[in-house]
T-cell receptor, first 112, second 117 residues
């Protein structure tokens, strides 16, 4: 299957700052990437679908101005959490999809 | 309505025994896919097994098998000969529509499995 990396694997930031998370497809050209958020002891919730060269499609209830997604190439999508607050602390996971879905290792964000 | 329901929040299983994790789904699509993932404490999502809606045979992958009952809309995961390393969260997920890039997955709430020695 495809290999997906995320960077950073964990990050701590102060409230009000912005954090960028990268998702890379290492061996597959991904026209579509997905961003999920997972709060402790909960399931994965899809935040948005990232489409190469076009705007992301956000799920209902996800603020597109707060969670900026850029999918500028077939191997890289970025999620920027702007003006982060403690309630944004979560585990963020990206995935790419060919016929199957391959997940990155996740990024744990803690906002203090 | 929940599209994917996992009714067992947590369960214990004795090492070397089999365990069945329940998953029911709801869709009006004729073409869909069902997945099971394992998530250990590290957080990575590990793909276990896949069942397509048109697959006539139940899927099997090593110690994992999927008990697919289409009429009942259930896709239970059976783990045989449990090992201590099987302790993790297990998620059932569904892709609605045919296999294609862009078709997102919807996840169930998960079941935490703890294997006892």
């Amino acid at each position: 299957g495809a290999v997906v990396s995320q960077h950073p694997s964990w990050v701590i930031c102060k409230s009000g700052t912005s954090v960028k998370i990268e998702c890379r497809s290492l061996d597959f050209q991904a026209t579509t990437m997905f961003w999920y958020r997972q709060f402790p002891k909960q399931s994965l919730m899809l935040m948005a679908t990232s489409n190469e060269g076009s705007k992301a499609t956000y799920e209902q209830g996800v603020e597109k101005d707060k969670f900026l997604i850029n999918h500028a190439s077939l191997t890289l999508s970025t999620l920027t959490v702007t003006s982060a607050h403690p309630e944004d602390s979560s585990f963020y996971i990206c995935s790419i999809q060919d016929y199957e879905q391959y997940f990155g290792p996740g990024t744990r964000l803690t906002v203090t | 309505a929940q599209k994917i329901t996992q009714t067992q929040p947590g369960m214990f299983v004795q090492e070397k025994e089999a365990v069945t994790l329940d998953c029911t789904y709801d869709t009006s699509d004729q073409s869909y896919g069902l997945f099971w993932y394992k998530q250990p404490s590290s957080g990575e999502m590990i793909f276990l097994i896949y069942q397509g809606s048109y697959d006539e045979q139940n899927a099997t992958e090593g110690r994992y098998s999927l008990n697919f009952q289409k009429a009942r809309k259930s896709a239970n995961l059976v783990i045989s000969a449990s090992q201590l390393g099987d302790s993790a969260m297990y998620f059932c997920a569904m892709r609605e529509g045919r296999k294609a890039a862009g078709n997102k997955l919807t996840f169930g709430g998960g079941t935490r499995v703890l294997v006892k020695p």
